[in-house]
């Protein structure tokens, strides 16, 4: 039989390894991650689309550039591409990216493709990496393929950690029950070193059911007592961004 002594000790270890997993979360990934958003000169969105499909996507693999995801705005007034790549460091990031640039097939295929004109009018970066309570990010394909949304928060100032804390502690349990799936959680690195922002990636069924569970997110009383309390002080954003966001053919997340 199992002596009292030993089984107190047992339930203590216990109770120690359930307090430790609450007040240590799990370690982010070490992966750097980078958001590019293409914006094609006039009249060559379907061509830069179509270079990324035949062949921009294998030469990033070539020189060890992970592709997560590629989408276009169901806003089709938006002529953008956006996508995400992930690399093991910055350092390896940009050694990449220059070995990519001097790629004797890169630069074939480049003036081929731009035998009568350039592709890319501007290309904005957005440097990140994840936060502790980000989902391992998988590039999973579903079908049929699903809506995804890319939601960018502006804190208030200092309100980061605040932010971040009531997205581990309700909203993402919370958009969990209301259907939406939590596909990946971002802090970025700002350029002018100024406050980073939280960029985040949910997938809806469709944009319009995306759009409905939001409506009954916002209305739950769960999130109406969170959003009150870590609000007392003032609003923790200034700024939300959402851009919903169709899968191209060739992402490696759908």
Known sequence: MMSKLYFFLLLSVVSAT????????TKPSSKFYEVRIYYPTPGKYA????????????????????????WTPTDTSRKE??????YPS?????????AFGSDPEWKAVVAKTEANGKLVDHVDQIFM???????????????????FELRTYTPAPDKLDALLTRFRDHTMKLFSK????????????????????????????SETEGKAHFDEFRKDPTWVKAKGE?????????????????????????
């Open 18 to 25: 359930a307090t430790l997993a609450k007040t240590n979360p």
């Open 47 to 70: 061509e830069i689309v179509d270079r990324f499909r035949q062949y921009t996507t294998r030469i990033f693999e070539k020189h060890g550039m992970e592709n997560i995801g590629y």
């Open 90 to 98: 910055r350092e390896a990031r940009d050694a990449s990216w220059k």
């Open 129 to 147: 990496t994840e936060s502790d309570f980000s989902p391992k990010i998988k590039t999973a394909q579903k079908s049929p393929a699903r809506m």
């Open 81 to 86: 591409l956006i996508y995400i790549l992930a």
């Open 230 to 254: 870590s609000e007392k002080n003032g609003p923790l954003t200034t700024k939300v961004e959402s851009v919903y966001m169709t899968p191209t053919d060739y992402s490696p997340i759908k």
């Open 178 to 205: 209301h259907g939406m799936t939590n596909i990946g959680y971002w802090i970025t690195q700002e350029k002018d070193g100024g406050q980073p922002k939280l960029l985040y990636i949910l997938a809806h069924p």
